[in-house]
Nanobody, 121 residues
């Protein structure tokens, strides 16, 4: 099994910045991709940003130019730098990893417990 632990959420004023971190641990053979999703009250979970093992990134249109995803493969850690935060960015942010736990296993999705980000004055 793969465990994901997120950190870095909190309360920030509009225009402020936060940096989320997510560290993967446990039985990890390979991590193919890691990403961040968010879910606001009453809304469906949506993709925020994704990064592959080859460092190819994809950011949602709503966060392009403001958020940046990055990855430290040696530490099995993914980061989300969030700048110019807006009230509509308020949500629980979840870390995701598409990982293989054993050489003979198929890729599976793993999720963190979520971290609250609140943007408010």
């Amino acid at each position: 099994q793969v465990q994901l632990v997120e950190s870095g959420g909190g309360l920030v004023q509009p225009g402020g910045s936060l940096r989320l971190s997510c560290a993967a641990s446990g039985s990890i053979y390979r991590i193919n991709a890691m990403g961040w999703y968010r879910q606001a009250p009453g809304k469906q979970r949506e993709l925020v940003a994704l990064i592959t093992s080859a460092d190819i990134t994809n950011h949602a249109d709503s966060v392009k130019g403001r958020f940046t995803i990055s990855r430290d493969n040696a530490k099995n850690t993914v980061y989300l730098q969030m700048n110019s935060l807006k009230p509509e960015d308020t949500a629980v942010y979840y870390c995701n990893a598409r990982a293989i736990s054993r050489p003979w296993s198929t890729p599976a999705d793993y999720w963190g417990q979520g971290t609250q980000v609140t943007v408010s004055s």
